[in-house]
C-alpha cells in the first residue's frame, strides 16, 4: 500500500494538530512561520483560509485541521504556518498549512513507519501516508500532495463559489454562528454552481 | 528547482540545441514576414523589392538551416530559391498560383522545423510543383543546382589610396598589374593622378604617378591589403571602407564633392567653406537666370529634402538594433519591479510618519525613479500588434479561398502596442473572430452584388489606444446579426423564455453564451463547437471585455478591450470588514456616500439614485459574507461595465493605488471574483476584485433566488 522511498530523506517535521501528533518528510518543508495576519479570500472553502505576503509572493493557506475532519484551527501563541512545497498539475506550489505547535525534526527509519490501520485514526486516510513509531507513541505522516490533491481540488472547482458541502458539516462541527445565514443561502449558491457550464 | 547554475561551459551539443532554438525563433520570423509580403505580392505582383525580400529571407532560412543542421529544411528551401531566383529575374511571372504555393511552402517547412524528418510525400509533392512552374528553357538551372544566391554576398565599398614611392621600380614591381589585380575584385574605378609626372626629358626611371582607386568587393580589407604586400614599404597605401549604405542611398547620390575632398584630405573645411561662399545655389542661379522662379526652387528643395528625410529614416530603421531575451528573464524583471514598487510604498509611507524632511525627499525620489522604471520595464514588454496581422491576413486570404468567397483584408494601426503575452494570448480569441465574419458575416460574391454592394467583402482589423487599455476592432461589411435568428436559436435553446422582450443589443450578448451558434449546419470553417463564449471568456481572463455590434444588412464589428499590460495596475483600494479590495480604476465611474436618501431599498431591492439615474448596487459585506457591520459611513464605488453601471456598497474608500499584480496561486485558481492579490504597503495582503464576474455572480444569484417567484428559466445576459 504505503510506497515509502527511502531516498535518503527519513527526516520529519513534527507538528501537533489538537492532541495528535502528525509529520511531514522534511524535503517537501521550506520553512517555518510564526503566525501572521492571513487574508482571507471570501467565497471559497473554509479550509482554503487565505493568502499570506511570504518576502513579497503570495501564498496559500490551508487549515490542515478542517482539511483532516477536525474543527477549525484557532489562534494562539503556538500557531505556525509550515510552509510545504507540493506539486499541482506538474508544478511546484508554495502552500503554507497551519499547525497548532511545530515540534521538531527527527529521524525515523523506513522499518519504524506502518501503513495507516484502516480504521481507528478518525482521519480521511488517503491523507496518510504511513504511522510513524515513536518510544512514547505514534506520529501520523501526512502525505501533504494528497491532502491537496487534484481530485480534491477538483470539489472546490465544482463548488466555485460555493461551500463545501465537506464544509459545510465541517461548520456545523464547528457551531459558528453564520451557520444559520450559510444554511439559508446554499441552495441558491448550489444553483449558481451550474452556472458556469450549465445550459 | 532552485539554484541550479551552470558552472560549466556549454558542450558542443548544448551549444547547438541553444542555436538551434534561435534557429526555430528565426524561421518563425521569417517565415511571417515572407507571409506577409507574399499575401501584398497577390494583390500587386509586380513589386520587385517584395519578391526580393522574400527570396532573401528563404535564403536566410536556408543558409543557417544547413548550418544547425536542419537539412531537410535547407534542400527544401533550396527548391523554392531556384523558382523565386527566376521570378526576380523576370522569367517567371509571379502569379497566385505562385503565391499559393510558395504559401503552403512556407507551412510545410514550420512542419519540417518541427520534425526535420516529417515531409516526405509532401515535400516531394511541393518540389514537384514548384518545378513544373519553372519553364522548360530554365529547368537546366534546376538541374545543375548551383547557388545563385552564393553570388550575392555581402558588398563593401572602399576608397584605396595607392601613392607609390618614386623608386617602387627598383625590386621590379609594377604598380600596373597590382591595380589590374584590383580590378578583378570586383566593381572598380581607377583614377590615376598623373599631375606630378615630370617633362619627358628628365629623369624616366623612377614612379611619378599615384591612383585613387574606389572599389566595390565582396572581399575584406585585409586580403585586398595583401595584394600590396610586396609593394608595402616602397609606397603609401591607404585603404579606407566607405560604408555602401551612403553610396547607394535612395536618391542615388552619393557624398557631395566638397566633402569627399575634405574627408580625403585634399582640400581643408576652412578653404572648402570660402569656396562655397562665394559660390551662388544652383537655385538662385538659375532664378537671376529668369529660367525659372523661387517658388519653383522651393518646392524642389522641399521635394530633396523630403527624400533625403524618407531615405535617411529608412536607414535608421534598418539600423535599429534588437536583443534577443528570453521572456523568462523580463518576467523576472516584472516580478523584481513590481517588488520594488512595493517596497517603495512603504518607504513612502514610512517617511512619512516619520515626518523627517530629508527622509521625505530621499522617499519622493525613490518613488519618482521607481515609477519610470515601472514604465520602462513595462515598455520592454510591450511588442507591436501589427507583429500578428500578418498571420491574421494569411487566414483570411485561405479562407477566402476555400470558401469561395472575395474578401480583402484591411489593418489599421498596427503599430499599437501591447504586452506581448496579451498578444499572445489574443491570438486564438482574434481568428475566431476572423474566421465567423468571413465564415458567416461576409456573403457570396453574387448576394453581395444583389444587395447592391461590391462584390469582395471587406474585414478591417483595427487597433488603437484609449486610455490605458488598448482596443482591438474586427469588423466586415457582411450580413450583419440576424436578431431574429438570434431570438429563435435563443429560445429553443432554452436560453430565453419565449416571452421575453429584448433590446437589440441584449440578443446580441446572446451569443456570447455558451453553446451558442446562430448558423444552422456547423462548417469546416467555424462552428466547431467553440463558440463565442470561448472568445469572451479569454478575453477575460485578460482582464479585457469584448463588445459586439451589429447593423442587418451592413456588417458586425467586435470590439476588444484590453489592459495595457497584465503586470500593474492603476487600482482604487477600498476596505470591506478587515480586509482591502482593488478595484481597477478602468471600471470605476465615481465614488460618493451611501447617503440614505439615494437609497431606496424597498422590498429587498438594492437601488440607488445617482444624480437621477437609478444604480443597482451589491453590498459586499452581504456578498462576501463578512459577519458584523460597518458603523461608520458607508461608500459607494460606482463602476461602470460595458453598458451597464453598478454600484458596490464598501465600508471605506483609501484611495488610488499602485497594483502589482500577483496571481492568487493555483489552489485558488477556482475564485471568479477575485483576479489576483496585491501586497500593500503595510505588508497585507489586497484582493483584486473582478467586477464583471462579481456582477455576474451576483446576478446569478440574484436570479435564482427570484426563481421561485419566476418559474420560467432562468435570463442569464441581462448584464450582457
Not at chain 1, 500557531?79 to 525534526?105: N, P, R, Y
Request: negative net charge; hydrophobic residues 40%; aromatic residues 4%.
Amino acid at each position: 500500500m504505503v510506497s515509502m522511498e527511502t531516498n535518503g530523506a527519513n527526516q520529519y517535521l513534527t507538528f501537533t494538530l489538537g492532541e495528535e501528533n502528525f509529520a511531514l518528510e522534511i524535503a517537501k518543508v521550506r520553512e517555518v512561520l510564526d503566525y501572521t495576519k492571513i487574508t482571507r479570500v471570501p467565497r471559497m472553502p473554509d479550509f482554503l483560509r487565505g493568502v499570506i505576503n511570504l518576502r513579497g509572493n503570495v501564498v496559500p493557506v490551508i487549515d490542515l485541521r478542517l482539511k483532516l475532519g477536525m474543527s477549525a484551527t484557532e489562534k494562539t501563541l503556538d500557531t505556525c504556518i509550515v510552509i510545504a512545497e507540493i506539486m499541482i498539475e506538474g508544478e511546484l506550489v508554495q502552500v503554507g498549512a497551519l499547525a497548532d505547535s511545530v515540534k521538531e525534526v527527527i529521524s525515523l527509519e523506513a522499518a519504524r513507519i506502518s501503513p495507516p490501520p484502516r480504521i481507528g485514526t478518525k482521519l480521511r486516510n488517503e491523507f496518510i501516508r504511513g504511522m510513524g513509531k515513536l518510544d512514547e507513541g505514534f506520529l501520523i505522516i501526512l502525505d501533504i500532495d494528497r491532502v491537496l490533491s487534484e481530485d480534491d481540488l477538483a470539489v472546490v472547482k465544482d463548488s466555485s463559489s460555493v461551500e463545501l458541502p465537506e464544509a459545510q458539516e465541517e461548520k456545523k462541527d464547528n457551531s459558528e454562528e453564520k451557520e444559520e445565514e450559510e444554511e439559508e443561502k446554499s441552495p441558491v449558491l448550489d444553483l449558481d454552481a451550474e452556472d458556469p457550464d450549465g445550459f | 528547482m532552485q539554484g541550479q547554475i551552470l558552472m560549466r561551459p556549454l558542450g558542443g551539443t548544448e551549444f547547438m540545441e541553444k542555436f538551434k532554438e534561435v534557429y526555430l525563433e528565426e524561421i518563425a520570423e521569417l517565415l511571417a514576414d515572407i507571409e506577409s509580403a507574399l499575401l501584398e505580392l497577390s494583390e500587386t505582383p509586380d513589386r520587385k523589392e517584395l519578391i526580393d525580400s522574400v527570396f532573401r529571407a528563404f535564403h536566410t532560412i536556408k543558409g543557417s538551416g544547413a548550418m544547425f543542421g536542419f537539412e531537410t529544411i535547407a534542400a527544401f528551401t533550396h527548391e523554392i530559391e531556384t523558382v523565386l531566383d527566376l521570378v526576380r529575374r523576370g522569367l517567371v511571372p509571379m502569379k497566385k498560383s505562385l503565391v499559393d504555393l510558395t504559401l503552403s511552402a512556407c507551412d510545410h517547412i514550420r512542419h519540417l522545423a518541427e520534425d526535420d524528418s516529417a515531409g516526405g510525400k509532401d515535400t516531394e509533392n511541393i518540389v514537384r510543383m514548384l518545378r513544373s512552374m519553372i519553364p522548360a528553357d530554365y529547368q537546366e538551372d534546376v538541374s545543375s543546382p548551383k547557388d545563385r544566391a552564393e553570388h550575392l554576398p555581402e558588398l563593401s565599398t572602399c576608397r584605396i589610396r595607392f601613392r607609390p614611392n618614386p623608386d617602387i621600380f627598383d625590386n621590379g614591381t609594377n604598380p600596373i598589374l597590382l591595380v589590374d589585380e584590383l580590378r578583378n575584385l570586383g566593381e572598380c574605378q581607377v583614377i590615376a593622378h598623373t599631375h606630378t609626372i615630370p617633362p619627358l626629358e628628365s629623369e624616366t626611371t623612377k614612379c611619378y604617378i599615384h591612383w585613387n582607386i574606389i572599389l566595390t568587393t565582396s572581399v575584406k580589407i585585409e586580403a585586398i591589403r595583401e595584394i600590396f604586400i610586396f609593394a608595402e614599404d616602397r609606397c603609401r597605401l591607404n585603404i579606407d571602407l566607405i560604408h555602401s549604405d551612403e553610396i547607394m542611398d535612395e536618391s542615388g547620390k552619393y557624398k557631395r564633392i566638397g566633402d569627399i575632398l575634405v574627408e580625403r584630405g585634399d582640400i581643408t573645411l576652412p578653404d572648402l567653406k570660402k569656396a562655397l561662399e562665394s559660390q551662388r545655389k544652383i537655385g538662385e542661379m538659375l532664378v537671376a537666370a529668369g529660367v525659372t522662379d523661387s517658388d519653383t526652387v522651393a518646392s524642389a528643395l522641399a521635394e530633396q529634402e523630403h527624400v533625403r528625410n524618407l531615405s535617411r529614416k529608412h536607414r535608421e530603421d534598418a539600423m535599429t538594433s534588437n536583443i534577443r531575451v528570453a521572456a523568462k528573464k523580463l518576467d523576472t524583471l516584472v516580478d523584481l519591479v513590481g517588488e520594488l514598487v512595493t517596497v517603495q510604498a512603504s518607504l513612502s509611507q514610512r517617511s512619512l510618519l516619520l515626518e523627517d524632511a530629508e527622509m521625505i525627499s530621499i522617499a519622493e525620489e525613490v518613488e519618482r525613479l521607481t515609477a519610470e522604471l515601472r514604465d520602462n520595464t513595462i515598455s520592454i514588454r510591450l511588442v507591436p500588434v501589427s507583429t500578428t496581422f500578418g498571420k491574421f491576413r494569411r487566414l483570411v486570404y485561405d479562407l477566402s479561398n476555400e470558401l469561395g468567397k472575395a474578401v480583402a483584408m484591411e489593418t489599421r494601426g498596427g503599430e499599437t502596442e501591447l504586452d506581448k503575452t496579451v498578444i499572445d494570448r489574443l491570438n486564438d480569441p482574434v481568428m475566431h473572430i476572423i474566421r465567423n465574419a468571413v465564415d458567416h458575416g461576409i456573403e457570396s460574391p453574387e448576394k453581395r452584388i444583389a444587395s447592391g454592394k461590391p462584390a469582395k467583402g471587406n474585414i478591417l482589423l483595427a487597433a488603437e489606444h484609449s486610455g490605458t487599455n488598448v482596443l482591438i476592432r474586427i469588423s466586415d461589411d457582411g450580413a450583419g446579426l440576424d436578431t431574429l435568428m438570434i431570438r429563435k436559436k435563443a429560445i429553443s435553446a432554452g436560453l430565453i423564455p419565449p416571452e421575453v422582450q429584448l433590446t437589440e443589443n441584449e440578443l446580441f450578448s446572446l451569443i456570447f453564451l455558451p453553446g451558442f451558434s446562430t448558423v444552422g449546419e456547423i462548417s469546416e470553417i467555424s462552428g466547431r463547437g467553440v463558440g463565442m463564449d470561448v472568445v469572451k471568456r479569454s478575453i477575460e481572463n485578460l482582464r479585457g471585455s469584448v463588445e459586439i455590434s451589429s447593423k442587418k444588412g451592413e456588417g458586425t464589428a467586435i470590439t476588444m478591450k484590453l489592459p495595457l499590460t497584465l503586470a500593474i495596475i492603476e487600482g482604487l483600494l477600498v476596505e470591506v470588514g478587515p480586509t482591502a479590495y482593488v478595484l481597477p480604476l478602468s471600471v470605476v465611474e465615481e465614488c460618493m456616500e451611501l447617503a440614505q436618501s439615494t437609497v431606496r431599498n424597498a422590498r429587498g431591492r438594492n437601488l440607488a439614485n445617482v444624480r437621477g439615474e437609478i444604480v443597482p448596487y451589491i453590498h459586499l459585506r452581504e456578498f462576501f459574507r463578512i459577519q458584523g457591520d460597518w458603523k461608520g459611513v458607508k461608500q459607494i464605488v460606482i463602476v461602470r461595465l460595458n453598458n451597464f453601471r453598478l454600484g458596490l456598497v464598501v465600508d471605506n474608500i483609501i484611495g488610488e493605488h499602485q497594483t502589482v499584480i500577483k496571481s492568487l496561486g493555483k489552489l485558488y485558481r477556482d475564485t471568479k471574483v477575485f483576479s489576483g492579490s496585491t501586497i500593500l504597503a503595510d505588508g497585507n495582503v489586497a484582493l483584486i476584485l473582478d467586477a464583471y464576474k462579481l456582477a455576474e455572480m451576483a446576478e446569478a444569484e440574484e436570479l435564482l433566488v427570484r426563481k421561485n417567484s419566476y418559474p420560467a428559466a432562468g435570463f442569464p445576459a441581462m448584464i450582457r
